[in-house]
């Protein structure tokens, strides 16, 4: 398709043609991403909608934040429904988005105090959440407005987004040239692939944060989801949800998922690390550590729906967030509240603070190198 004939389907979509524009699929299968106009920042900056279609899964992708603005997948009777938390709207996610679907960098999860050392130079980044940094900081990519190509390719389509992080962004050293592909597979699998390139030494830890409710979203508690998780040790943290580098085993505590079991069945637990997150907010040490290439590293399922999310990666951590700081003040897309324990995230990474904690697998990106990682999101019922 030629430049002008996708302008014409974009004014065709913002004008509410959208699934008609749709209706042609691809050759191998999968459907041309579309665009459309989803809102106006307050500097006038334009942010458009992708929409997508492959393999039965539906997928729309903002330009602010490389959003995950909607997910939808089959249940078992071959009914959709969008199984991601969000917003109809971007004045919300400017305003309120507790990162609801983001692309989450420079880096992903937590700094303490936003300190780190590389290279005998100390580094102050940007400090959001309490003393620490949280996601990148205060203005991280899930804040940022990306440059979007969509494609296809054989029977996938997708989109690659670009962001360049300028030196000295967020108090993080080095220009970072980032490359996030999102890719729908014949099969419906929706596959992320990262890549990242720097012109001084930093630290990088790229990640996906998708509020996972496989009921539907605004359907309520996600604690009757069954979830497994391949890994023996997780992260202990401190008051301050900063892992004290204590590789420790989930063997008899809440935090063992290496057998399959409902996410609530031991949410409520008297354990110190509970009343630390309010819940579950921690990192698992995958088994498989780092790898080459994705492996499966955990399964959730929905009884209710019978849909069910298989992820594998490349990354050697999952951080696993029972979505505790839901407080009954956001309305989502579907027009109704969300509470504690209504989403979950699963988000592949290496470990929070590894640049504090030189035990954990390194996230330092140096000239030269080109940091890569993968997740795959499997569905099915």
Same mark, same amino acid.
């Given at each position: 398709?030629?430049?002008?004939?996708?302008?014409?389907?974009?004014?065709?979509?913002?004008?509410?043609?959208?699934?008609?524009?749709?209706?042609?699929?691809?050759?191998?299968?999968?459907?041309?991403?579309?665009?459309?106009?989803?809102?106006?920042?307050?500097?006038?900056?334009?942010?458009?909608?992708?929409?997508?279609?492959?393999?039965?899964?539906?997928?729309? !992708?903002?330009?602010?934040?490389?959003?995950?603005?909607? @997910?939808?997948?089959?249940?078992?009777?071959?009914?959709?429904?969008?199984?991601?938390?969000?917003?109809?709207?971007?004045? #919300?996610?400017?305003?309120?988005?507790?990162?609801?679907?983001?692309?989450?960098?420079?880096?992903?999860?937590?700094?303490?105090?936003?300190?780190?050392?590389?290279?005998?130079?100390?580094?102050?980044?940007? !400090?959001?959440?309490?003393?620490?940094?949280?996601h990148g900081g205060a203005k991280g990519f899930d804040k940022r407005?990306?440059?979007?190509?969509?494609?296809?390719?054989?029977?996938?389509?997708?989109?690659?987004?670009?962001?360049t992080s300028v030196d000295g962004e967020m108090g993080y050293p080095?220009?970072?040239?980032?490359?996030?592909?999102?890719?729908?597979?014949?099969?419906?699998?929706?596959?992320? #692939?990262?890549?990242?390139?720097?012109?001084?030494?930093?630290?990088?830890?790229?990640?996906?944060?998708?509020?996972?409710?496989?009921?539907?979203?605004?359907?309520?508690?996600?604690?009757?989801?069954?979830?497994?998780?391949?890994?023996?040790?997780?992260?202990?943290?401190?008051?301050?949800?900063?892992?004290?580098?204590?590789?420790?085993?989930?063997?008899?505590?809440?935090?063992?998922?290496?057998?399959?079991?409902?996410?609530?069945?031991?949410?409520?637990?008297?354990?110190?690390?509970?009343?630390?997150?309010?819940?579950?907010?921690?990192?698992?040490? @995958?088994?498989?550590? !780092?790898?080459?290439?994705?492996?499966?590293?955990?399964?959730?399922?929905?009884?209710?729906?019978?849909?069910?999310?298989?992820?594998?990666?490349?990354?050697?951590?999952?951080?696993?967030?029972?979505?505790?700081?839901?407080?009954?003040?956001? !309305?989502?897309?579907?027009?109704?509240?969300?509470?504690?324990?209504?989403?979950?995230?699963?988000?592949?990474?290496?470990?929070?603070?590894?640049?504090?904690?030189?035990?954990?697998?390194?996230?330092? @990106?140096?000239?030269?190198?080109?940091?890569?990682?993968?997740?795959?999101?499997?569905?099915?019922?």
């Amino acid at each position: 398709m030629d430049m002008s004939r996708r302008t014409v389907i974009a004014g065709a979509a913002a004008a509410g043609l959208t699934a008609a524009a749709m209706g042609t699929a691809h050759a191998s299968g999968g459907r041309k991403p579309v665009k459309e106009l989803f809102g106006t920042l307050a500097d006038g900056t334009k942010v458009h909608r992708w929409s997508l279609e492959n393999g039965g899964t539906r997928l729309k !992708v903002l330009s602010y934040g490389g959003i995950v603005n909607s @997910l939808e997948i089959p249940d078992r009777h071959g009914r959709h429904r969008n199984v991601s938390l969000g917003f109809d709207n971007i004045e #919300d996610y400017v305003a309120k988005s507790p990162y609801f679907g983001a692309l989450i960098g420079r880096y992903g999860n937590r700094i303490g105090k936003g300190q780190f050392t590389l290279d005998g130079t100390a580094y102050q980044v940007s !400090v959001n959440d309490g003393v620490n940094s949280l996601h990148g900081g205060a203005k991280g990519f899930d804040k940022r407005v990306w440059d979007v190509e969509p494609f296809t390719k054989g029977s996938d389509v997708g989109l690659h987004l670009h962001y360049t992080s300028v030196d000295g962004e967020m108090g993080y050293p080095g220009t970072l040239k980032a490359k996030v592909t999102y890719t729908l597979t014949r099969s419906g699998d929706w596959r992320i #692939d990262y890549e990242a390139t720097t012109s001084k030494a930093t630290v990088v830890n790229l990640t996906s944060h998708v509020y996972w409710n496989l009921a539907g979203e605004g359907s309520g508690s996600i604690y009757d989801h069954e979830l497994s998780i391949a890994a023996a040790r997780y992260t202990p943290v401190d008051s301050g949800l900063i892992p004290t580098g204590e590789l420790a085993k989930v063997a008899g505590t809440p935090f063992d998922f290496r057998r399959t079991k409902a996410v609530g069945a031991d949410i409520r637990v008297a354990h110190q690390q509970l009343l630390y997150g309010k819940g579950i907010d921690h990192n698992w040490v @995958l088994d498989k550590g !780092v790898t080459a290439r994705p492996v499966h590293v955990a399964t959730l399922r929905d009884p209710s729906s019978g849909r069910s999310l298989s992820i594998a990666t490349t990354e050697p951590g999952l951080q696993f967030y029972s979505g505790n700081f839901l407080d009954g003040t956001l !309305v989502g897309s579907g027009g109704r509240i969300y509470r504690q324990g209504d989403a979950l995230c699963l988000e592949t990474q290496h470990f929070p603070d590894s640049p504090n904690k030189p035990s954990f697998p390194s996230t330092v @990106l140096r000239p030269g190198q080109t940091y890569r990682t993968s997740t795959v999101h499997s569905f099915g019922v």
